[in-house]
C-alpha cells in the first residue's frame, strides 16, 4: 500500500504517509507538570503514528484560543511540551509544534485582554470587536513566533507547523475580510500575503533548519473572502521563500458550511489540496502536500495517496478514537480499529470551552494515566454485563482486558442497541463501524455474548454465581400522554426505525430533537450508497464551487 511508503518533509524522514493532525486537548495546561498531555502522544506514538502536529500553541498570551492553552514563555507550559517531545521521540515517533495565534477569535474573558486583528472587525465566534493591530504590535508579534519556534527547537520538536488556517490570525491577515488596511501589510492580495511570508522568513530563522509546515486555508468557505487563485498564489509564494510542506484546511468557523461534522461526506475536501497541489506543480514547484478534513478510514487514505494528487494525509480525531489506528491497519487488523464517527460531542464541542477533550466511542482519550493499556485486575472474577449497546459493549471489554470472565446479555439479536439505528441514518453509517468494532474485540478477549437473551427471574440463580452485574440497558422512548396517543397508528421512534415499512407517505413527527431529524432524514430518503453522489450533493446543497479555478495568477484586488 501506498500509504506506508516512507515519505520526507524537508530534512525529516517520514516511515508511512500518514499524519496524526493538530488537536487542541485542554490538557497542555493542566497542572500535572505535563504528564496527561505525555500519556496521550506517547500512546499514539507507540502505535505507529510517524509526525504527530501538537494543539495550538499560543506565541503569546493575546493570542491563546482559551485559558487551557499552552503559551510560549510560561515556564510551566513549556515544561509541559517539553516532556510531551521527549515522550513522543521516546517512543520512536516525531512531533512538530503547532505555533497558534486566534487573532479575533480569542476570548476576551479568557485574559481579560482585547484581542487584536488586521482590522477591526467583529468576530461572530469570539463575540467580541478585536483591536486593530499597530505596527509595533505586528513586528512584535512577529517576533514572538520566531521566539516560539526557537523555543520549540531547544524543546525537542522534530518541526514546526504554523496555523494559517480556520479563519485565525495568519488566516486573518490574507482575506479581505478581516484585513481592511491600507498599508505594508495589507490593501491588495499581494500586501495582505506581507505577513505570513515574513513570518515564514522569521520562523525559518529562528528555527535552525527544523522542517516548517503552513497549514493554510485551501477554501475560507466565507463567502467575500479570499479567492482560489488568491490562495492558489500564496501557495505559491510559501513554496518560493522554502515552505517544507503545506497542509491544506478548509473552513472559518464563522463560515456556515459544515466541514468536520458527520453529515459532511468522506474526502469531499481532498480536491480542494488536489487543486493546491496542482497549482504548485504549474509553477514549477514540488513540495509535499497534506491533505486533510473528513478522512477516517485507512482505506479512504491509501485511495486518496494512491491517486498520486498528494504527499500525505492528515487525520486528526480518528487517533482520538483508536490511539494503535496505524498499528492495526499495519498488521491488516482493520476489523480492530475503532472507527471515528465524527460526533465531535466530546472532542472538538469540549476544546472550544476548557472541559479536557475525549472520545465518545473511546472514552479512554486524554486519561490515559487513569487506565492504563495493559493492566491487570489482582484476581481475575466473572462479571455479567446486561445490555448490548455501545455503554455495555465498553463494560465488556474494559473487564475483559483486565483479564476477568465476562458474558454480555442482549435481549435483542444483534450487538449495537441504539447505534445501530444510528447507523441506518443518513450519512451516519459510521455508527455502525463501532458496533463492528466492539464485535471483533469483544470475539478476541473471549467474551461470552447471549443475544436474544432478556433478562428475566428465570436468570436470578445464573446471575448470581457472578463476581459482579453491570447493568447497561439504556434508555426507553419516553411515552407522551397526548390525546390520541394510544392508536393503533401512534409508534415510538425505536418502531419507526426498525420498522420504517409500517409508515405510510405522509409522517408527522412530534418533537424536534436529534433523534426526530434523524429520523426524518431516514424517511424521506435523503444521501445515497454512492460516496461520488453524495460528495457531489452535498456540495450542490451548500452552494460549494465543486471545479477548482485553473491554475494562473490573480490580480491585485481591488
Wanted: hydrophobic share 45%.
Amino acid at each position: 500500500m501506498q500509504v506506508w511508503q516512507p515519505g520526507r518533509i524537508g530534512s525529516l524522514e517520514l516511515d508511512h504517509r500518514l499524519i496524526m493532525g493538530s488537536m487542541h486537548l485542554n490538557l497542555e495546561a493542566r497542572d500535572d507538570h505535563g504528564a496527561a498531555l505525555a500519556a496521550f502522544y506517547a500512546e499514539r506514538a507507540r502505535g505507529g503514528a510517524s509526525l504527530i502536529v501538537t494543539g495550538g500553541i499560543a506565541v503569546n498570551r493575546v493570542g491563546a484560543g482559551g485559558r487551557r492553552y499552552a503559551i510560549v514563555g510560561v515556564a510551566d507550559h513549556e515544561q509541559t511540551l517539553a516532556r510531551a517531545a521527549a515522550a513522543v521521540r521516546s517512543e520512536g515517533g516525531r512531533i512538530a509544534a503547532q505555533l497558534f495565534h486566534a487573532g479575533r477569535y480569542a476570548f476576551e474573558a479568557a485574559f481579560g485582554l482585547t484581542p487584536v486583528a488586521p482590522s477591526a472587525v467583529y468576530s461572530r465566534f469570539s463575540r467580541c470587536m478585536p483591536e486593530a493591530m499597530t505596527e509595533e504590535q505586528i513586528r512584535q508579534t512577529l517576533a514572538d513566533f520566531g521566539t516560539a519556534a526557537a523555543t520549540a527547537r531547544v524543546l525537542g520538536y522534530d518541526a514546526i507547523e504554523v496555523m494559517a488556517s480556520e479563519g485565525y490570525l495568519v488566516n486573518q491577515f490574507l482575506s479581505p475580510l478581516t484585513n481592511q488596511r491600507d498599508d505594508d501589510w495589507g490593501g491588495d492580495a499581494a500586501r495582505r500575503r506581507n505577513f505570513p511570508l515574513e513570518l515564514l522568513r522569521v520562523i525559518k530563522d529562528a528555527a535552525e533548519g527544523l522542517p516548517v509546515i503552513f497549514r493554510i486555508s485551501g477554501a475560507d468557505l466565507v463567502p467575500g473572502s479570499s479567492s482560489r487563485a488568491e490562495i492558489g498564489d500564496f501557495a505559491v509564494e510559501l513554496a518560493a521563500a522554502g515552505v517544507d510542506a503545506i497542509n491544506v484546511g478548509v473552513g472559518w468557523h464563522e463560515a456556515q458550511i459544515p466541514t468536520v461534522q458527520t453529515l459532511v461526506p468522506q474526502g469531499v475536501w481532498v480536491p480542494v489540496a488536489e487543486s493546491i497541489k496542482d497549482v504548485l506543480r504549474a509553477a514549477g514547484h514540488d513540495i509535499p502536500v497534506i491533505a486533510s478534513n473528513r478522512v477516517n478510514h485507512i482505506e479512504q487514505a491509501e485511495a486518496i495517496i494512491g491517486g498520486g494528487a498528494v504527499d500525505f494525509v492528515s487525520m486528526a480525531r480518528p487517533f482520538l478514537a483508536d490511539p494503535a489506528l496505524v498499528s492495526k491497519a499495519r498488521s491488516r487488523r482493520l476489523d480492530l480499529i475503532n472507527t471515528c464517527i465524527a460526533c465531535n460531542e466530546a472532542c472538538i464541542d469540549r476544546s472550544i470551552g476548557d472541559a479536557e477533550v475525549s472520545c465518545l466511542v473511546n472514552p479512554r482519550a486524554g486519561r490515559e494515566l487513569g487506565f492504563p493499556i495493559g493492566e491487570r485486575a489482582v484476581i481475575s472474577g466473572r462479571f455479567a454485563v446486561i445490555g448490548g449497546g455501545p455503554a455495555g459493549l465498553e463494560a465488556a471489554r474494559a473487564l475483559a482486558s483486565l483479564g476477568h470472565r465476562v458474558t454480555l446479555f442482549e435481549a435483542e439479536a444483534e450487538l449495537g442497541g441504539q447505534f445501530r439505528m444510528a447507523g441506518r441514518v443518513p450519512g451516519k453509517r459510521d455508527f455502525t463501524e463501532t458496533i463492528r468494532y466492539f464485535s471483533a474485540e469483544l470475539d478476541r478477549l473471549g467474551v461470552e455474548i447471549r443475544l436474544d437473551c432478556p433478562i428475566t427471574g428465570q436468570h436470578r440463580e445464573e446471575l448470581q454465581t457472578y463476581d459482579g452485574i453491570i447493568v447497561a440497558t439504556g434508555v426507553v422512548p419516553r411515552r407522551v400522554e397526548l390525546p390520541g396517543s394510544d392508536r393503533s397508528l401512534v409508534i415510538s421512534y425505536h418502531q419507526a426505525f426498525d420498522e420504517p415499512e409500517r409508515l405510510g407517505d405522509r409522517v408527522a413527527i412530534v418533537g424536534g430533537g436529534g433523534i426526530a431529524v434523524d429520523l426524518a432524514h431516514l424517511l424521506v430518503g435523503t444521501g445515497s450508497n454512492d460516496p461520488e453522489a453524495n460528495r457531489r450533493d452535498f456540495l450542490a446543497e451548500w452552494g460549494v464551487e465543486q471545479e477548482p479555478q485553473a491554475p494562473g495568477r490573480a490580480g491585485p484586488s481591488q
